[in-house]
Nanobody, 114 residues
Framework: EVQLVESGGGMVQPGGALRLSCAAS????????MAWVRQAPGKVPEWVSS????????YYANSVKGRFTISRDNAKNTVFLQMNSLKPEDTALYYC???????WGQGTQVTVSS
């Protein structure tokens, strides 16, 4: 089955950190760019970050640049999002996605609150 499964979300205080993981299966993970997208309640989805096939090129939304780091492990078919210095406005449902396949995971909730 072709799927993406996110994990690692949770509740954290402002200034805290979380590491999201996304496990891919059912397709050749290493030949596809990957991305993270988030959606806050009542808002449209927001692209967060992308990474190319070998991890050599990464891209970030201005809102997370310098705080978030995307990476991937092609041997483990997994993409990560390290989130540091979290802010309340980072609260959202975070999705892993393969844009070329139009494939999305089910999402993992991140809540930043004191």
């Amino acid at each position: 089955e072709v799927q993406l499964v996110e994990s690692g979300g949770g509740m954290v205080q402002p200034g805290g950190a979380l590491r999201l993981s996304c496990a891919a299966s059912g397709f050749t993970f290493s030949i596809y760019d990957m991305a993270w997208v988030r959606q806050a309640p009542g808002k449209v989805p927001e692209w967060v970050s992308s990474i190319n096939t070998d991890g050599g090129s990464t891209y970030y939304a201005n809102s997370v640049k310098g705080r978030f780091t995307i990476s991937r492990d092609n041997a483990k078919n997994t993409v990560f999002l390290q989130m540091n210095s979290l802010k309340p406005e980072d609260t959202a449902l975070y999705y892993c996605a393969s844009p070329h396949l139009d494939l999305w995971g089910q999402g993992t909730q991140v809540t930043v609150s004191s």
